[in-house]
C-alpha cells in the first residue's frame, strides 16, 4: 500500500505565527466592527479582513438580526472580502477577529486558504484555535493557517463582559420590575 502522508517539508500545521507590528492597529478595527454589533444586540464580536496591509472586509456579528446562524462576525467579513476579490479563495488574506474562532468559522477560514488568523480574546468555550480544540493543528486537514491570539485580548474580553454584565443587569430589572 503507498504511503499517502504529506512529504515532510509539507507535513503538518504551520507554527504559530509572531505578533506582527500592525496587528493592534486591525485588531482596533475589529473592536469597532464588535461595537456595531453591541449597538445592534448582538454578542460584540467584530472582524476584518486584510489583504497586502488594506483592510479589504469587515464583518460584525448578525445572528439575531438576520436570523442566520452562520452570520458570524468571520463568515460576514469572509463573504465580503470573497465579492471584492472576486475569488471564494483568499489566498495572502488576513482574518483579525475580537473572539477566537469557533469550529464553523474556522473551517470557513480553512476553505478560504488564509494566510494567518489574528484573534484577541479566547473563548473556553467553543475555541477552536486551542482553548478548545485547534484545528489549524490537526495534520490530516488539507489547510494550516498561521495563528496568533490575545492581541487586545483584555480590551476584546472586556467589551464581552461588559456586554453581558449589561444584559444580565438588564434582565435583573426586568424581573424586579415585574415582581412589583
Same mark, same amino acid.
Do not use: E, M, S
Given at each position: 500500500m503507498p504511503d499517502l502522508q504529506a512529504p515532510a517539508a509539507l507535513a503538518g500545521p504551520l507554527p504559530t505565527a509572531a505578533v506582527q507590528p500592525a496587528d493592534e492597529a486591525f485588531m482596533r478595527e475589529a473592536l469597532e466592527q464588535a461595537q456595531r454589533a453591541w449597538d445592534e444586540g448582538e454578542v460584540p464580536v467584530g472582524a476584518v479582513v486584510v489583504?497586502?496591509? /488594506? /483592510?479589504?472586509? %469587515?464583518?460584525?456579528?448578525?445572528?439575531?438580526g438576520k436570523h442566520d446562524p452562520t452570520a458570524h462576525a468571520e463568515i460576514v467579513a469572509l463573504r465580503a472580502a470573497a465579492e471584492v476579490l472576486g475569488n471564494y479563495r483568499l489566498p495572502g488574506c488576513e482574518l483579525y477577529v475580537t473572539l477566537e474562532p469557533c469550529v464553523m468559522c474556522s473551517g470557513a477560514m480553512m476553505h478560504a486558504r488564509l494566510a494567518r488568523i489574528v484573534y484577541g480574546a479566547p473563548d473556553p468555550k467553543t475555541g477552536a484555535c486551542g482553548s478548545v480544540v485547534n484545528l489549524f493543528e490537526q495534520e490530516r486537514l488539507n489547510h494550516h493557517a498561521r495563528t496568533v491570539g490575545g492581541v487586545l485580548a483584555d480590551d476584546c474580553a472586556g467589551m464581552l463582559k461588559s456586554f453581558f454584565a449589561a444584559r444580565r443587569a438588564a434582565a435583573s +430589572? +426586568? %424581573?424586579? +420590575?415585574? +415582581?412589583e
Open positions: 489583504k497586502d496591509g /488594506v /483592510v479589504i472586509a %469587515r464583518g460584525y456579528n448578525q445572528p439575531i +430589572a +426586568a %424581573r424586579k +420590575a415585574a +415582581a
